[in-house]
Nanobody, 126 residues
Framework: QVQLVESGGGLVQPGGSLRLSCTAS????????IGWFRQAPGKGREGVSC????????YYADSVKGRFTISRDSAKNTVYLQMHSLKPEDTAVYYC???????????????????WGQGTQVTVSS
């Protein structure tokens, strides 16, 4: 089973940028769909973005489309989430998740993913 570790979170001012990393061990990420989710205090887990293993296709939630970019570096066994134009409402714990059999799309949910990281905090505040 793959083990996932997120990093790159922190405190950033509105309008700023951060790049989150999701590094895997135990299995090549190139064979997994990788999703990014986030959970703000008092709210449910929200799907943010996902990248598929078979064709590299990507999905973005409407709330982040045009601001966030997901990408994969197979050599480093890492998936990135580049976040620009951050807003206070982006504040949340961000998680990456993987599944070897999923083809993610707008209909995927957190229940579709089998492996999860521990999360990294992103705080957008002035």
């Amino acid at each position: 089973q793959v083990q996932l570790v997120e990093s790159g979170g922190g405190l950033v001012q509105p309008g700023g940028s951060l790049r989150l990393s999701c590094t895997a061990s135990g299995s090549p990420l190139g064979y997994h769909a990788i999703g990014w989710f986030r959970q703000a205090p008092g709210k449910g887990r929200e799907g943010v973005s996902c990248i598929n293993s078979s064709d590299g296709s990507t999905y973005y939630a409407d709330s982040v489309k045009g601001r966030f970019t997901i990408s994969r570096d197979s050599a480093k066994n890492t998936v990135y989430l580049q976040m620009h134009s951050l807003k206070p409402e982006d504040t949340a714990v961000y998680y990456c998740a993987s599944d070897p059999d999923l083809y993610c799309s707008s209909s995927h949910t957190d229940a579709d993913f089998t492996s999860w990281g521990q999360g990294t905090q992103v705080t957008v505040s002035s």
